[in-house]
């Protein structure tokens, strides 16, 4: 695919975002994530102040990781990043992970919606500006789907919002959905080796919401469901295998 699809960072996994056991969390590896698709975002003049001119913002919809061995503390990985698809409503994004020795780490795909700031409704994505670049292969075969909440199970896991887990849009950035899913299912099952996750997320959280997380399966994959307690609807669902 031509050079300028594809946006790659060398990345060292720093002490803060490894638990005990020497491995990057999962929150944190979707922030590595995150940070190189914003980097290679304001290169394609997609980036957060090209859509803020038009007031909109980019929100990812759903993302899967698949992971052959997670990156350790102190070590570092090359990460690369590509737009691969187009419609109406998503721009689909894919990750991958290699060790300076071309050891493969992990791979991921995800999908983007772009939001009117307005209204918070969908944009077309095929109306705005200049084209959106995409080329080259899925990481992960399949086109991704967002997994279904279900329904509200026992909650294991409270949260009151705090206002430190905001964006620079001003709702909650999408890793801090995964990091409350990740404590829930610690609750259940302690820590443990994960070959993968996929989180999708179905609706916005602000500073001061009260959400409960509990698990809809307990295996093959484990599931687990975030909730909104005063309106009782679903924000998150990720699913751990």
């Known amino acids: 695919m031509p050079s300028e699809l594809v946006h790659q960072e060398k990345i060292r996994v720093k002490t803060y975002e490894c638990g005990p056991n020497g491995f990057v969390y999962p929150h944190d590896l979707l922030r590595q994530m995150q940070e190189a698709a914003s980097n290679h975002a304001d290169r394609l003049k997609w980036g957060f102040a090209d859509l803020a001119a038009q007031d909109l913002f980019w929100v ?11 990156p350790r503390f102190g070590s570092e990985f ?10 109406r409503l998503r721009a689909d994004r894919e990750f991958l992970g290699f060790a300076p020795d071309g050891k493969h780490l992990f791979a991921a795909s995800s999908s983007w919606m772009v939001l009117k700031r307005e ?23 399949g ?42 299912l610690c609750l259940r099952r302690g820590r443990e080796t994960l070959k993968g996750f996929q989180v999708s997320y179905h609706s916005e959280v602000f500073a001061g919401d009260e959400l409960e997380f509990g698990l809809t399966a307990e295996d093959h994959p484990a599931m687990v469901a975030g909730f909104r307690t005063d309106d009782g609807k679903a924000v998150v669902s990720v699913a751990f295998f």
Not at 78 to 87: E, Q
């Open 60 to 70: 990812l919809s759903v993302i899967r990781v698949e992971i052959a061995e997670f």
């Open 78 to 87: 090359v990460l690369s990043t590509w737009p691969s698809g187009l419609s």
């Open 119 to 141: 209204k918070g409704r969908p944009a077309n994505l095929l109306s705005l500006q200049d084209p959106f670049p995409v080329g080259g292969d899925r990481a992960l075969p």
């Open 143 to 184: 086109r991704l789907r967002r997994d279904k909440p279900g329904q509200r199970p026992e909650p294991l896991y409270r949260i009151l919002v705090p206002a430190s887990a905001l964006d620079v849009n001003g709702h909650v950035n999408n890793t801090e959905y995964a990091r409350w899913a990740f404590d829930t």
